[in-house]
């Protein structure tokens, strides 16, 4: 047997051992068979055996009958009126929306944290992972009914619920410079946040599991750059390519790869040094005596540091999360007049429609609209 090949069939295994939720309703080796052929991560399977979880218990709780395969048309059409309605109708309604026991029941189990309706987007992802796990069973479900889409679109628009940002505040230039001030010691913890944070936020806002996944293997010394391409004078600069691999918005066989000059390449040198790693992951977890661990920061982590750093900054951490990175660096360059093209090539979104959203929000502050009546 090709070993890389075995090798990669143990690794699903070892992914696949970890959400058992999902064998109730997939055999192990069909479960196999899909990881392996999408390509699909951790987060992604975590995010799958969420779901599954949650769907599983609302439906015992609304119906008092375990999940069905395939699920009927009108279930799906209950979950959505139970996760999406409109709080004024819910005032002349008690009704209306999910029944107030449900919801009891559901807090009670720590499924059910929101008081209001849900954000269409959950849901949504909820309704996708139902699909994709009705799918895997080889069975046909109801999703794509137009009933369905269209009760969705209806409902999302009543619920009247603002889209949350994953991060209340942006980490925009200024509020990193307050965080890197926190990293002011030759400990290694020190030396770690500062590298991750400089390189997370100059890379383009590196989402927190990339950051998390990042390894030795992918960092690529880079002849050095001018300062200022037009000025042939201008010192060099260090630089770096970062091959992200596989990320969120891309397939298995494509190789994103990011730049990183200067001194966020010098902050990853000092700690990559001083850490003595010469292969794996670059960032790892470092105990409260300061003892460095062969194993990965999580994602979770990686937000956690973020909150910490903030906090130690005077910042209200609630405020700001490792996605604020990510905002940040597209606030910060629509701030210095980047082009959006060029952002997005080092942020690599996908969406202009989401890239620009940032660039609206910064421009609109500076702009003369907002200010005819001052």
Wanted: net charge positive; aromatic share 4%.
């Amino acid at each position: 047997m090709n070993i890389d090949r075995a090798s990669s069939g143990r690794a699903v295994s070892k992914r696949a051992a970890e959400l058992e939720s999902l064998f109730a309703i997939l055999p192990i080796d069909r479960l196999d068979e899909h990881v392996a052929s999408a390509g699909i991560g951790d987060n992604t399977l975590r995010a799958l055996a969420s779901d599954l979880a949650y769907l599983e218990a609302w439906c015992q709780q609304a119906t008092g009958s375990a999940l069905p395969w395939p699920a009927p048309e009108s279930l799906a059409l209950k979950f959505v009126a139970h996760h999406l309605w409109d709080p004024a109708e819910r005032e002349n309604n008690p009704g209306h929306g999910m029944p107030d026991a449900v919801a009891v029941a559901m807090r009670a189990q720590g499924m059910l944290r929101s008081t209001g309706p849900h954000a269409p987007g959950t849901v949504r992802r909820r309704l996708t992972s139902w699909s994709i796990l009705t799918r895997w069973r080889g069975l046909t479900g109801c999703f794509s009914a137009p009933s369905l889409k269209s009760a969705l679109r209806l409902a999302a628009r009543a619920s009247a619920r603002p889209r949350q940002r994953k991060s209340k505040k942006a980490v925009t230039a200024d509020v990193l410079v307050k965080l890197l001030a926190t990293c002011d010691s030759d400990r290694l913890v020190d030396l770690r946040d500062r590298a991750l944070l400089l390189m997370a936020f100059a890379s383009g806002g590196r989402r927190r599991s990339e950051v998390a996944g990042l390894r030795i293997e992918n960092l690529v010394e880079e002849p050095p750059v001018l300062a200022d391409p037009a000025n042939r004078n201008s010192p060099a600069l260090p630089c770096l390519s970062i091959h992200l691999g596989r990320t969120k918005t891309t397939s298995s066989g494509e190789d994103e790869q990011v730049m990183l000059i200067g001194r966020p390449v010098l902050a990853l040198a000092v700690w990559i040094k001083a850490a003595r790693i010469e292969n794996g992951a670059v960032f790892r977890r470092i105990d409260q005596w300061d003892n460095l661990d062969r194993r990965a920061l999580t994602p979770q982590s990686v937000n956690l540091i973020v909150k910490t750093r903030a906090k130690r900054a005077g910042l209200d951490p609630s405020l700001f999360s490792a996605h604020g990175l990510r905002s940040g660096y597209l606030t910060e360059a629509s701030n210095r007049g980047v082009p959006l093209v060029e952002a997005m090539q080092q942020s690599l979104h996908k969406s202009v429609t989401q890239a620009a959203s940032y660039y609206n929000n910064a421009e609109r502050k500076l702009g003369r609209a907002a200010r005819i009546v001052v």
